[in-house]
């Protein structure tokens, strides 16, 4: 069992920034890769950004230049640093985990929701 509790959100005007945390706790295995998705009303889930155990990293298009992910495996933490953010980046962000590079994602936080509007 991993438990994925998300922090960090907030309203931030247009080309502001934030920064997103996942802790991930109750279980000693380790996770192989971690994830950022972000879904607003009306729309689907969208993949944002990925990470391995490796600090091996993917972003979105949307985001590239912009959003930067990140782990900390010693704290169990994940990040996401959103700059120049833009009112499409408004929705709820979650994060997830998985154990292997294969598997879909197992884990999933409850969400944070980010505002973006002045």
Same mark, same amino acid.
């Given at each position: ?31 192989? +890769?971690?994830?950022? =998705?972000? &879904? ?5 889930? @969208?993949?944002? $950004?990925?990470?391995?155990? %490796? ?19 010693? +704290?169990?933490?994940? =990040?996401? &640093? ?5 009112? @499409?980046?408004? $929705?709820?962000?979650?994060? %997830? ?22």
């Amino acid at each position: 069992q991993v438990q994925l509790v998300e922090s960090g959100g907030g309203l931030v005007q247009p080309g502001g920034s934030l920064r997103l945390s996942c802790t991930a706790s109750g279980s000693r295995a380790s996770i192989y +890769k971690m994830a950022w =998705y972000r &879904q607003a009303p009306g729309n689907q889930r @969208e993949w944002v $950004a990925s990470i391995t155990s %490796a600090y091996s990293t993917n972003h979105a298009e949307s985001v590239k230049g912009r959003f930067t992910i990140s782990r900390d495996n010693a +704290k169990n933490t994940l =990040y996401l &640093q959103m700059n120049s953010l833009k009112a @499409e980046d408004t $929705a709820a962000y979650y994060c %997830a985990a998985g154990r292997t590079n294969y598997e879909n994602y197992t884990y999933w936080g409850q969400g944070t929701q980010v505002t973006v509007s002045s």
